[in-house]
Each structure stands twice: as structure tokens, then as C-alpha cells.
């Protein structure tokens, strides 16, 4: 069985470890990036399955990193997960009409997330066979 490429772009490094370290290494191939720039430089080099996405981050926050990928031809299919300390309906609003495909609200119950991630793969698996 081949691993799912994840990746987490969030601008707090201990957090960001964190969320890599939890995700199973025999299912998951999971690779962190700390800034927006950065993250739509790996995007472009190593095509991720799946992107959990972080709101406010500095230079460029969530929100301009999402528009980006979705508006790129090579990345708009890639699910994307927002990941915020926000909760506010606003953002889960927004989220969902930049193109995201869930919202998870910090600080985050790993064994939801990774639940939550491994249904979107699945799904994307199913539309794609």
C-alpha cells in the first residue's frame, strides 16, 4: 500500500511537528512547511494528496495561499483542510468558498483530524476510480 503525501503548512514549528509526528508513518508520508511562500514552492516540486492549511500566518496568510493553489491549474484538485484557532462562522464560510474541503478549529484533537483526512482521501479515491 502506497503512503498519502500530506502537507501541513503552519508557521508554528512545534505545532507543525507535532501534527506531522501524529499522523501513522506506515499510512502517511507527511512533510511540514512553515510559510505560504515556501509551501507553494514545495506544492509545485512534491504534489501533496492532501494540504491541512493554517490561517494566520505572516507575509502571506491562509486565506492568499489558498486562493493561490486553487487558482493554479496544477493544485486546484488538491483537498485542502483549514486549520485555525478562529471559530468564528466567518472563516468557516470563507473557507469553504476558496475551495476547501474541511475546517478544523485549534487547538486540534488529532484523532479527529487524522479521521477527517483519511475520509477525504477515501472519498477522492472513490471519484477517481
Not at 499522523?23 to 512553515?34: G, L, R
Not at 495561499?65 to 488538491?78: D, M, T
Request: proline residues 5%; aromatic residues 6%; charged residues 30%.
Amino acid at each position: 500500500m502506497d503512503k498519502h503525501k500530506i502537507l501541513i503548512i503552519e508557521d508554528d514549528h512545534p505545532l507543525a511537528d507535532l501534527m506531522k509526528m501524529n499522523f501513522p508513518k506506515e499510512q502517511f508520508d507527511t512533510a511540514c512547511c512553515y510559510s505560504g511562500e515556501e509551501a507553494l514552492r514545495e506544492i509545485q516540486k512534491n504534489r501533496p494528496e492532501l494540504i491541512i492549511l493554517d490561517v494566520v500566518m505572516p507575509k502571506m496568510d491562509g486565506w492568499e495561499v489558498l486562493k493561490k493553489i486553487k487558482s493554479n491549474p496544477l493544485s486546484s484538485s488538491i483537498p485542502v483542510i483549514m486549520c485555525t484557532a478562529k471559530d468564528n462562522v466567518g472563516d468557516v464560510e470563507k473557507s469553504f468558498h476558496y475551495g476547501a474541503q474541511a475546517f478544523v478549529i485549534k487547538p486540534v484533537i488529532f484523532k479527529k483530524l487524522i479521521k477527517k483526512v483519511e475520509a477525504i482521501l477515501d472519498l477522492e479515491e472513490m471519484l477517481n476510480d
